[in-house]
């Protein structure tokens, strides 16, 4: 199921899943190997993290385990970190403390 | 060798301990002191709240009750609503020793921690002499949660403790999984598993429930750290929780307290029927292992990623480390690596076995390592619940 043209940190669970899944972490600027084509990772990802195996529109199902697990709210190239950012649940929104930080952050500018 | 204490109600507990149940906050410190810290002494249980709740009440005839205690102190201030004479009757009925202490009637908190701590010490050392006897797989309530989930969790920890569940529910064993609201985008697959097509449609219904509650609340069952951890939707962290309860064939649909009738594979719903009344189903994991425990869980498969520590009073936790990278850092905390899978170290289905291997282990008498550090966590809030409906259980 793994091709040999694509990095062996990113794992592929189900025949027909749109994103891999990392078995290993990936550096900051470290370039990686996906489908044969490199793609430069911006920033370091952590085990468990996901990288798009196929170009996704906004809307597209994004697919773990051979089953959906939400939409794509943004295009996504393969290669892509796909989260939170660019990835929406169908069912109820993701709370993140990134968010609620920079929602202290504004608030706190507005305050002074 | 596996071995267990023989109950009156025919079920067989893999631990013999006396519980110390305060019966509102306000009874727990005493409770707590005596109990004292000595983890082989006894452990504490209760309820918090001052106001009357039938599901708590329930949950604490279940809980005191369980087959893994032997004797039961029951440690109220005096004014509380909970209705201490009934469940003082429901243990008595058990068989088990009991006692209720009452705080204002039994001179105050110095007096009663004395008189309490009396009645314990006695009750552990009368408990040690009792003979155990043989045990079988098949005797076994094993429940499962996932804590502290992250991107490994659904790809290490939770598929290997699917297939240890696999192993068990094909050796006539009762295995329970649990939080319907960590199961929301996995109704299609899971109701294709049902014994009976009605049975499907309840637990399809359990999900759908689920789902709304968790709309109303305006959060889903997803903690901050679940992000940090590579998941980024419910959905996602479903699939990955929905892998603990393996390939078998799903026996039945049971709710907090309800004993399953036979060996197999039970959904526990755990969300609250009705109005959203009471805030969050279970505000945090041990909420969840206490009520797989009221439904007879004599151990708890707990997998965590991102390194949840905790263990629970009454029955033993078997910690599965996800994350090699955690279970680096807290190995002491952990039963099992499962991070092994992704650093090639072992295979999925060696890490099932031996999680299974670990299970019968307990149940021969050995510890977990949270059961070693004294880990007795326990919380009980307020819920309601409507009884199941008749498709729940097909014969």
């Known amino acids: ?112 | 060798m596996m071995r267990g204490w023989q109950r009156n109600d025919g079920r067989k507990g893999i631990r013999n301990v006396v519980a110390v149940a305060y019966l509102v906050e306000c009874a727990h410190h005493v409770a707590r002191q005596i109990a004292g810290t000595d983890p082989e002494a006894a452990h504490v249980i209760g309820f918090p709240g001052c106001y009357p709740n039938d599901y708590a009440q329930r949950m604490m005839e279940r809980l005191c009750t369980h087959p893994n205690v032997g004797a039961v102190l029951l440690v109220s201030l005096g004014c509380e609503s909970f209705n201490r004479y009934r469940l003082e009757q429901v243990v008595r009925d058990s068989g088990r020793p009991v006692k209720v202490l009452t705080i204002q009637n039994d001179g105050g908190t110095r007096a009663t921690i004395a008189a309490g701590r009396e009645w314990v010490a006695a009750q552990a050392s009368e408990l040690a002499t009792q003979p155990t006897v043989p045990m079988a797989v098949n005797e076994l309530v094993v429940g499962t949660v996932c804590g502290g989930s992250d991107g490994t969790s659904g790809i290490t920890g939770n598929p290997a403790t699917g297939l240890a569940f696999d192993r068990l529910v094909a050796d006539g064993a009762t295995c329970i999984f649990e939080e319907t609201g960590e199961l929301i985008g996995c109704e299609s697959i899971m109701e294709a598993r049902a014994a009976t097509p009605e049975l499907a449609a309840e637990l399809r219904a359990s999900v759908e429930k689920a789902a709304r509650y968790y709309a109303t609340l305006g959060y889903g069952s997803f903690a901050p750290g679940n992000a940090d951890g590579g998941l980024s939707t419910i959905e996602e962290k479903s699939l990955g929780a929905y892998m603990k309860s393996g390939q078998s064939q799903i026996s039945g649909l049971i709710k907090p307290g309800d004993i399953p009738p036979h060996g197999g594979l039970y959904l526990m719903d755990v969300v609250p029927d009705g109005e959203v009344r009471f805030g969050f189903p279970n505000i945090s994991d041990n909420a969840e292992i206490v009520e797989m425990m009221a439904s007879g869980a004599h151990v708890t498969l707990f997998v965590t990623g991102r390194g949840s520590v905790v263990g629970s009073a009454i029955s033993p936790v078997i910690k599965i480390a996800a994350n090699p990278h955690m279970y680096r850092r807290l190995a002491d905390d952990m039963d099992i690596n499962a991070g092994r899978i992704l650093d090639g170290g072992a295979t999925l289905a060696e890490v099932g076995e031996e999680i299974y291997r670990k299970v019968l282990a307990l149940a021969s008498g050995e510890k977990s390592r949270s059961e070693d550090l004294g880990h007795q966590e326990f919380i009980l809030t307020y819920k309601s619940f409507e009884p199941i409906g008749p498709a729940c259980l097909p014969a």
């Not at chain 1, 794992?11 to 600027?29: F, N, P, T």
């Not at chain 1, 989260?83 to 169908?90: A, E, G, I, V, Y």
């Open chain 1, 1 to 112: 199921m793994q091709r040999s043209d694509t990095d062996p940190r990113l794992m592929l669970l189900a025949a027909d899943d749109s994103v891999y899944v990392l078995r290993d972490q990936i550096a900051q600027g470290e370039s990686i190997t996906v489908q044969g084509r490199m793609v430069a990772i911006p920033q370091a990802l952590g085990l468990g993290h996901k990288i798009a195996r196929r170009a996704h529109r906004p809307g597209d199902k994004v697919v773990k385990y051979g089953a959906p697990i939400g939409s794509a709210s943004t295009d996504i190239a393969p290669g892509e970190h796909v989260h939170t950012h660019n990835l929406k649940s169908d069912y109820t929104a993701t709370h993140t403390l990134e968010a609620a930080r920079s929602q202290a952050e504004t608030d706190q500018e507005i305050q002074s």
